[in-house]
């Protein structure tokens, strides 16, 4: 059972419903009940709590208060849940609506189920969003926890909804033209759209480098700290590794020494480092870029970086590389997923089978598209492995999923993590090279 930190009932609603925070092995994370049940993705709290926050303004809690934040004119009240989420990722996302036609307000309800005191989203929309409109969802408010002993979390954020394409969507339609004919190459409005949202996203380091770097030269990145952190993640992987069902023996010897050779060329102690920490977007997904008006406009989604100011000691962890790093590992996982869909119902195999077949092998349906995806990626992210140092952040990305995907158990994508690894090392240099040092 979770300790209570903090809890508060609410009444006066068509229920009594309580929220509050509960910690565990010290993660925390934000609830919402209705007797015994969860309605964080519910009407009863996406309507009738969320409509109470709005309305107050604030809400004591036993041992501190919750607060709503405007960040600009919000729509009329009350507000009708549309699309609930019914997931159990760290985030419940539901739509909602109010007004009514020709007046219709489409919003998005983000709700952090999984609380990070580092969590700056809200701040960091506001003001972006006041710095230069029309780059990210708009955002219209939120709401945080303050506890008496001054901790700050963010629980909720109210942005407009983008009625959008995401990028994936363009790459999914031509890469199944492809499949399905005698192609190899990547339709060529699409590569003009990839490159037109690097050229996007290049102006937009720019634009938050300048928002939240106030001008003052950029601390050095702290290399040191992130090739520690990612060879201790190597040492948990390895115990993961050897405990793996998935594989074969041959399979895990090859991916520990693949592991080995990682330690020594990517993130051995002591690496040279002449990277200046910058600011990023923090969470770059397919899904996050979002394409309207036939293409002519752009908006972004999720905006999570890790400082907001050069002067925060997290700004030294914080780089553009990772967001590119991102971006080429949502690629991967796009490219192998639609790969192993497009096998399964070739052979009739089912999906998991199919990826699983992937690992360290060839497929003739998915070598005759490595034309097309080596196009996609040169268009979205510049030439492959442009430089040493973003390598590093992409097999640091790489680590960072499977771990997760270990610990939360899904087998499916720990396989395309061990399809992009051994794809990758092809392209390594030998041990014994200097070129990561």
């Not at 508060?8 to 009594?16: E, K, Q």
């Not at 908006?299 to 971006?327: N, V």
Request: aromatic share 8%; glycine share 8%; with cysteine.
């Amino acid at each position: 059972m979770d300790d209570i930190v903090d809890d508060v009932a609410i009444d006066g609603l068509s229920a009594p419903v309580r929220i509050g925070i509960a910690g565990t092995a010290g993660a925390l994370r934000f609830f919402a009940v209705s007797g015994s049940r969860d309605v964080l993705a519910e009407p009863l709290f996406q309507q009738e709590v969320l409509g109470r926050l709005i309305a107050c303004g604030r809400v004591p809690t036993r041992h501190g208060v919750i607060e709503f934040e405007a960040a600009s004119v919000l729509p009329a009240l009350p507000w009708s849940l549309a699309a609930r989420d019914t997931g159990s990722s760290s985030n419940c996302v539901s739509r909602l609506v109010a007004g009514a036609a020709p007046l219709v307000h489409t919003l998005v309800h983000k709700v952090y189920r999984e609380l990070a005191p580092g969590n700056i989203e809200l701040d960091a929309s506001m003001r972006l969003d006041q710095a230069a409109p029309g780059v990210l969802a708009r955002c219209l408010g939120g709401y945080l926890y303050r506890g008496a002993n001054g901790e700050q979390l963010v629980l909720g954020l109210v942005t407009e909804y983008v009625q959008g394409e995401g990028v994936y969507a363009a790459m999914s339609r031509d890469l199944r033209a492809l499949w399905s004919g005698d192609g190899h190459q990547a339709d060529p409005h699409l590569l003009e759209q990839l490159a037109g949202w690097r050229d996007f996203l290049g102006r937009f380091h720019d634009t938050i480098e300048r928002t939240f770097g106030g001008g003052a030269a950029a601390p050095a990145f702290d290399l040191a700290a992130f090739c520690a952190d990612a060879r201790a993640r190597l040492d948990r992987l390895r115990e993961h590794l050897h405990r793996d069902a998935l594989l074969g023996p041959e399979t895990i010897s090859r991916v520990a020494r693949l592991f080995d050779q990682l330690e020594s060329s990517c993130f051995a102690a002591g690496a040279a480092n002449d990277l200046r920490a910058s600011a990023c977007h923090g969470d770059l997904h397919l899904s996050h870029l979002l394409v309207q008006a036939e293409g002519t406009q752009r908006r972004l989604i999720d905006f999570s970086p890790l400082a907001l100011t050069k002067d925060e000691a997290r700004f030294r962890a914080s780089s553009k590389l990772l967001d590119w790093a991102a971006l080429e590992r949502a690629l991967d996982y796009f490219f192998l997923d639609e790969a192993a869909l497009a096998l399964s119902q070739h052979t009739g195999q089912d999906q998991q089978l199919a990826m699983q077949g992937l690992i360290g092998a060839s497929a003739p349906l998915v070598e005759r598209a490595g034309q097309w995806r080596t196009q996609v990626r040169a268009a979205l992210c510049g030439p492959e492995r442009a430089s040493a140092a973003r390598r590093r952040f992409y097999f640091a990305r790489l680590l960072q999923e499977l771990e997760y995907n270990y610990d939360h158990q899904r087998p499916y994508y720990r396989c395309i993590d061990f399809c992009s690894l051994i794809k990758q090392f092809l392209h390594l240099p030998k041990e014994g090279t200097r070129a990561y040092r």
